[in-house]
């Protein structure tokens, strides 16, 4: 077949794509809810979104641009309901607090004043052994359950 060399094909690829997203507020969190290519058709499900028995707190009608090197931007067009909660600004790390003044005493270096942490207790043996136990222990009662269920046949 022929590749198709049509200037329209050629334009549509190359032109830029519009959409309008209706999204809906849900648990502090945005999430689409339908997709128009039509902004006024984008904007009336947006309004009877809002109408709904089940309106969502907020809704927001925005437009995505889609350029053909695969960017994208969002602009809002409309919305409604409560406004976002708004998110406290990070706050400054915090100063690290100074060191003690040194002196000229002179110590022992495996003694800082700092306690190492205590060893931990190496149980992985122990596990192990309680595991095959556990093993052992329900396989004879597998076992003796098997031989009585044979016996009362």
Do not use: C
Not at 15 to 32: F, M
Not at 75 to 101: D, F, L, M, N, T
């Amino acid at each position: 077949m022929p590749a198709s060399t049509s200037k329209e094909s050629d334009a549509a690829l190359s032109a830029p794509s519009r959409t309008y997203e209706i999204q809906r507020l849900s648990q502090g969190r945005w999430s689409v809810d339908s997709v128009s290519d039509d902004k006024e058709m984008a904007l009336e499900l947006a309004k009877a979104l809002m109408r709904s028995r089940r309106a969502p707190t907020a809704a927001r009608v925005m437009s995505v641009i889609v350029t053909e090197s695969g960017k994208f931007s969002e602009i809002s067009v409309w919305r409604s309901g409560q406004p976002e909660p708004q998110r406290e600004a990070p706050q400054a790390p915090k100063a690290a607090p100074e060191a003690p003044a040194k002196t000229n005493e002179v110590g022992d270096f495996k003694h800082t004043g700092e306690h190492p942490a205590p060893p931990q207790k190496k149980s992985g043996m122990r596990n192990v052994v309680y595991a095959l136990q556990m093993a052992f222990g329900l396989g004879i009662s597998l076992a003796a359950a098997e031989a009585v269920y044979l016996l009362m046949r």
